[in-house]
Each structure stands twice: as structure tokens, then as C-alpha cells.
């Protein structure tokens, strides 16, 4: 979540339209390890509370099962029904 998270925090105190809008200005450098503890508990706090919420884990599980049922499981690697004996990364066909 915190790779998520930095960039929409990370615009409210230094994109200058935004940062101006709230704050009056743009935060300066010595600003910045606050703003890196900041992203650091929100993303802790997202992923205590939200993401390993049972909750939410059932509802990523069915979104899975849906996506996979109706792209009949295109979303994994799968062999299809014919076999090749060629070796993986080799081409279909070789022209001469």
C-alpha cells in the first residue's frame, strides 16, 4: 500500500497547485522525512486494516473467481490442448 499511497500524499504537500491550495506553498526539503513517516504509517495502517481485512480477502477472492470464469482461465498460463514437443520460448513455425 505504500507504494500506492506516496504519490497521492506526496501531491498534497509538494505539487504546487495543491500543496499551494492547502497549505499556502509548496513544503520545503526539511519537510521531507516527515512526509516519508507519514506514507510509511498510512500505507502500515492501510495494510493492517484494509488489506488483510477478511473482508476485503473474500471479496479479491471472488473478483478472481469471476475474472477467471469468464476468461476461461486465460489469466493463468496454461497449456492449451494441443502439446508441442518444441522446447518453451521456441518459435511455432521455422521458415527456411
Given at each position: 500500500?505504500?507504494?500506492?499511497l ?6 498534497l504537500?509538494y ?9 499556502g ?14 506514507v ?16 476485503v ?33 521456441s518459435n511455432?513455425?521455422?521458415v527456411?
Amino acid at each position: 500500500p505504500m507504494f500506492i499511497l506516496h504519490g497521492p500524499i506526496g501531491q498534497l504537500f509538494y505539487k504546487k497547485a495543491v500543496a499551494t491550495r492547502l497549505w499556502g506553498r509548496v513544503m520545503p526539503k526539511k519537510f521531507f522525512p516527515a512526509y516519508l513517516l507519514i506514507v510509511m504509517l498510512s500505507g502500515h495502517v492501510v495494510n493492517e486494516v484494509f488489506v488483510k481485512s477478511k473482508r476485503v480477502q473474500r471479496l479479491s477472492a471472488r473478483l478472481a473467481q469471476i475474472l477467471a470464469d469468464r476468461t476461461h482461465g486465460m489469466l493463468q498460463d496454461q497449456v492449451s490442448g494441443i502439446e508441442s514437443s518444441k522446447p518453451a520460448g521456441s518459435n511455432a513455425e521455422q521458415v527456411h
